[in-house]
């Protein structure tokens, strides 16, 4: 994976359009709780966390899925569920440790992000920049360069 | 839709959920006629409950030859008729589970039917491992209490 | 949209069950040879023991048809398929279709020697079949195939208390099943039970005068009343290959991994197409029952417009010989020819069990004794879990924590 979905917590005011838009992409429908990315919000701390697929390395969906329908591409490092092989078990939703694995009632199959294969709509529409979608480098780089001023300023 | 989830690091095995389900569900004390099974690791010393899933598209289904096990409309429920049943065992192998089970006495395979929206399991759970709740609550639970905290509880150590 | 589907087996049913899932609305016409409604063909051999009456083979009534919406034209034989005008012809009527699905299935092979024909010669696959060999009164009988319905059919008769034998071509019982060590074990069983079984034999003819009065094989001659022929059944292609679909090097009509086959809007699944094997990727005939449902479904899904592709079949067969299950799963040594095979076997006076890995990979499975573990070698198949990723579950407890259906399958590694 060489880009991801980068998430700055702190420019995040939880607005969810991220969850709209989402949704809207892949369901047709508005309804965050149809979105693949999700916020969690904590008014009293003021503070928003969204959480989205991680595409880990090795992911525990695709060790806990009894039916192989989730697959890691070794190339790609794409994370991916295949619909026609998914028994609707919900082993995933219950081993992802962020909680992102979701699972759709209606088609009684389990979905995840599919970076909206290459555009992420949700960092498309994202108006505050908490959501980027970057090479890990920059991603990186980016952090280092707000750290570093950060040091300046106090010194 | 609420369904049973356990939490396996307060599950210490003692078996009183597969003595509760076996009378509620077959009238008798023993471990083999229960719902519920618990699949045990002596070399971790691990306890897990494992019970059906109520998968939405089931696999015991497909294998059935009898074409006894639907999805029921209302609950999503994988449910049998049992009595149709000829004790072929291929739900058995066809479960990734093995939560599908043989009654030894009628020899028709069963399975956990949440005993109609009251699993006696949980109910009587001494350790409060197992619990009843809704899936999308419990997702967003995890999400709350997991996953979120740990980021907010790092930005505030910064 | 107008669906018709061919053959009221496992797959044609599945099929309109799953097409109903997505359309409640469109018509769905079904035609089959026979005038009754679907039946469970694994289910007759315990119906031909007597366990279970033959009634409950039926696994629907006409009214369930009725109220599934599925028009049926039972007793019709379908003699044409017009594909470039989207028709099929039978009984004197044309019918139009939008989407066709061909579940014809397969038929039991009689292979063409002297005195087949007479009086006493029966095969297994409907209900009425049951029927025909309780009307002949069988006393003594000889199977010819030891295949998995062979053996339950022989173990059938057995129960009802007839003289019982059977014969096989190749050198063990259930050969694409079993291997050697392992099928030995099923043929103690049977002896056990008082079947004798002639292994390494070829049916040369069967003698009578007006009935069935021994069956000549090329070693010994068997006195008998009733041959049961199981010694393979081939799929039902005629209609296909009148029509022009393309028909595979095995036999069953070709599909891609769509179910669809070589012609647009048409459909096939069950025991009559060929499909590829979910370990080799070779093609492969799978004639069972969960295939045959599997392949319906993904059909209809298709059909409706999704794109779901097949897996792949994996054989899972089961027995009950007096009272020991034996189970095989995937393939065996003769299936993985040309690889190169690790065995993990071990033995006890009630327990054998093998295990067959290629490349790593978990590719087989028998067990006489015991179901144990089974279902979570099945999973591990399918899903194409390597030796070293088991045992790296097995040895990782958190791993096997949010994975304990693994813990089955621990004594094997
Ligand atoms: C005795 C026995 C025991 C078995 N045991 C097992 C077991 O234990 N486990 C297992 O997995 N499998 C078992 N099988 C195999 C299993 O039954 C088959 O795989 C399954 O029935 C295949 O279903 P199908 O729908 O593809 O075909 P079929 O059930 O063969 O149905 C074919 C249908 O097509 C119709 N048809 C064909 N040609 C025409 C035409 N020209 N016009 C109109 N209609 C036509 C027929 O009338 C029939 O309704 C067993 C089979 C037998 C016979
Ligand atoms: S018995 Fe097993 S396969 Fe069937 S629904 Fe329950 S968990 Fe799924």
Same mark, same amino acid.
């Given at each position: ?36 990315? *999700? ?12 959480? !989205? ?31 026609? $092989? ?62 570093? *001023? ?6 | ?115 109609? &929206? ?27 209490? !997991? ?12 | ?23 409640? =609305? ?6 089959? +040879?026979?005038?009754?409604? =679907? ?88 209900? +009425? ?9 069988? &006393? *003594? ?58 292994? &390494?034999? +070829? ?22 009343? !009733? ?52 370990? !080799? ?37 089961? =027995? ?66 390597? $030796?070293?990723?088991? +045992? ?22």
């Amino acid at each position: 994976m060489d880009k991801l979905i980068f998430i700055d917590y702190h420019k995040c005011v939880g607005c969810a359009t991220c969850e709209m838009v989402c949704s809207m992409v892949h369901e047709d429908i508005c309804s965050p709780a149809l979105s693949r990315i *999700r916020v969690v919000r904590y008014p009293t701390e003021a503070f928003n966390v969204p959480i !989205t697929c991680a595409f880990c390395e090795s992911p525990p969906c695709v060790s806990v899925c009894p039916s192989g329908a989730i697959t890691k591409n070794a190339d790609s490092g794409d994370v991916a569920i295949n619909p026609a $092989l998914c028994i609707g078990c919900r082993q995933c939703v219950q081993a992802c440790p962020f909680g992102h694995a979701n699972f759709s009632l209606d088609r009684g199959t389990a979905f995840k992000c599919d970076l909206c294969g290459g555009s992420p709509q949700c960092v498309e529409f994202c108006w505050t920049e908490a959501l980027q979608y970057v090479p890990l480098d920059r991603a990186l780089g980016g952090k280092r360069d707000a750290a570093a *001023r950060n040091i300046l300023k106090s010194g | 839709m609420k369904r049973i989830a356990v939490n396996i690091e307060i599950c210490d095995g003692c078996g009183v959920c597969q003595l509760v389900c076996s009378a509620q569900k077959a009238g008798q004390w023993h471990p083999s006629f229960s719902r519920i099974i618990i699949k045990r690791d002596e070399e971790f010393g691990l306890n897990v409950p494992i019970f059906c899933m109520h998968c939405s598209n089931p696999p015991c289904e497909t294998f059935c030859v009898m074409n006894l096990i639907y999805k029921d409309h209302d609950s999503d429920l994988t449910l049998r008729h049992e009595d149709r049943c000829i004790g072929c065992r291929a739900c058995e192998i066809a479960c990734p589970f093995s939560a599908a089970i043989m009654d030894p006495i009628s020899e028709a395979v069963v399975n956990c039917d949440l005993c109609g &929206g009251d699993p006696q399991c949980v109910k009587y759970c001494p350790a409060g491992a197992l619990a009843f709740i809704d899936i999308s609550e419990a997702a967003d639970k995890k999400r709350r209490q !997991t996953a979120g905290l740990q980021i907010l509880e790092a930005s505030r150590k910064l | 949209m107008r669906i018709l589907i061919i053959g009221n087996g496992a797959a044609g049913n599945q099929a309109a069950a799953s097409i109903r899932k997505y359309s409640p =609305e469109c018509e769905i016409l079904m035609f089959a +040879r026979e005038y009754y409604s =679907e039946y469970s063909a694994c289910a007759l051999p315990d119906a031909l023991a007597g366990w279970i009456p033959i009634n409950k083979t039926y696994l629907k009534t006409l009214a369930d048809y009725e109220q599934q919406k599925i028009k049926t034209c039972f007793g019709q034989e379908v003699e044409n398929i017009d594909i470039n005008n989207q028709c099929l012809e039978a009984g004197d009527k044309k019918y139009g279709y939008d989407c066709l699905i061909i579940a014809t299935g397969s038929r039991p092979i009689i292979p063409p020697i002297n005195g087949s024909l007479l009086k006493g010669n029966f095969v297994l696959k409907t209900p +009425r079949d049951i029927e025909l060999i309780m009307e002949h009164k069988p &006393g *003594r009988v000889v199977v010819v195939g030891a295949g998995n319905i062979g053996v339950e059919t022989a173990g059938a008769l057995r129960n009802r208390g007839c003289d019982v034998k059977i014969v096989e071509m190749q050198d063990w019982v259930m050969p694409l099943l079993y291997d050697l060590k392992s099928a030995n074990r099923i043929r103690s069983l049977l002896e056990k039970e008082n079947i004798g079984v002639f292994t &390494g034999e +070829r049916v040369i003819e069967v003698q009578g005068e007006q009935r069935v009065e021994r069956l000549r094989t090329d070693q010994q001659d068997l006195e008998c009343d !009733t041959v049961i022929w199981a010694a393979g059944v081939k799929p039902n292609v005629e209609l296909a290959r009148q029509a022009g679909l393309k028909i595979g090097s095995l036999g069953g009509i070709e599909v891609d991994k769509y179910m669809r086959c070589t012609h647009p809007g048409v459909f096939a699944c069950g025991d009559c197409v060929q499909s590829l094997n979910v370990i !080799t990727g070779k093609p492969s005939l799978s004639l069972l029952w969960s295939s045959a449902k599997r392949q319906a479904d993904l059909a209809a899904a298709n059909c409706m417009g999704q794109s779901y592709e097949y897996e792949g079949n994996c054989s899972v067969v089961i =027995e009950e010989i007096m009272g020991i299950p034996c189970i095989a799963i995937g393939l065996n040594l003769q299936g993985l020819n040309g690889y190169e095979v690790e065995v993990i076997e071990q033995e006890s006076q009630d327990l054998y069990y093998r295990l067959l890995a290629v490349n790593d990979r978990i590719a087989g499975y028998q067990c006489i004794g015991s179901l144990d573990g089974a279902s979570s070698i099945f999973t591990m198949i399918k899903k194409g879990t390597s $030796l070293s990723e088991a +045992r790296r579950v097995l040895l990782n407890q958190g791993l096997i924590s949010t994975m304990a259906w693994y813990i089955d399958s621990r004594r094997y590694f």
